[in-house]
């Protein structure tokens, strides 16, 4: 299975700011998605993104706020826009394979 | 949006018990899978089941399957204190999107 360089995997950052968190995948895949996990809860979608078109939002998640970029087969990064404390989460990247999907190792965002 | 839910949402045992972990599930499936995070790292994927599949077995794992009663189990025989962990299990609905349930918060005391 692939295995997924997620970065950063913490950071703490100011309110209005914005952070772009990158996701390398050692080898080319389709599809790469995007979650959210907030405190103590489970993941959720925010999107998907394929390779030459603009990410797929889910209900909820809007471009404006999470801009999305999949440049190539194997790179992809999520933009936590304008943030705010309630923007404080795991932020995880996936692919998907016919056996299971692969997560990278998560970005702890805190912001304050 | 979550899928389903899972149950029971913590679990406590002592090393050497057996887990039971539960979830359901609301739409028609491909697959279902179950995946492990440890203290708010990355998923760690443990085993997935197809739809047309009714267990599956994979080392001290078993997981089952009724897509008649939309539901799943993962069993972990002989716990080890490294199993404690938050155990989630995802649908691949028709759309190709992996759906995480809430997960249940599994505690071993060795």
């Known amino acids: 299975s692939a295995v997924i360089s997620q970065k950063p995997s913490r950071d703490i950052c100011q309110r209005g700011t914005s952070l772009t968190i990158q996701c390398q995948v050692d080898?080319?895949?389709?599809?790469m998605f995007w979650y959210r996990q907030q405190p103590g809860q489970s993941l959720t979608l925010i999107a998907t993104?394929?390779?030459?078109?603009?990410?797929?939002?889910e209900s909820g998640f809007v471009i404006d706020k999470f801009p999305i970029s999949r440049p190539n087969l194997t790179f992809s990064t999520l933009t936590v826009s304008n943030m705010s404390p309630e923007d404080s989460s795991i932020y995880l990247c996936?692919?998907?394979?016919?056996?299971?999907?692969?997560f990278g190792s998560g970005t702890r965002l805190t912001v304050v | 949006s979550q899928q389903g839910e899972e149950d029971p949402q913590a679990l406590s045992i002592q090393e050497g018990e057996n887990a039971t972990m539960n979830c359901s599930y609301k739409?028609?499936?491909?697959?279902l899978q179950w995946y492990r995070q440890n203290s708010g790292r990355g998923l760690v994927h443990l085993i997935l089941?197809?739809?047309?599949?009714r267990e599956k077995h994979s080392g001290r794992l078993r997981v089952t399957l009724d897509t008649s009663k939309k539901s799943s189990s993962l069993l972990i025989t002989a716990s080890r204190a490294a199993d404690t962990a938050s155990y989630f299990c995802?649908?691949?609905?028709?759309?190709?999107?992996?759906?995480f349930g809430q997960g249940t918060e599994l505690s071993v005391k060795p």
């Open positions: 993104a394929n390779q030459g078109s603009e990410a797929t939002y």
């Open positions: 089941i197809r739809s047309n599949e």
């Open positions: 995802a649908t691949l609905n028709q759309g190709g999107k992996l759906i």
């Open positions: 739409t028609s499936i491909n697959n």
């Open positions: 996936s692919d998907d394979t016919d056996y299971g999907y692969t």
């Open positions: 080898s080319q895949v389709t599809m």
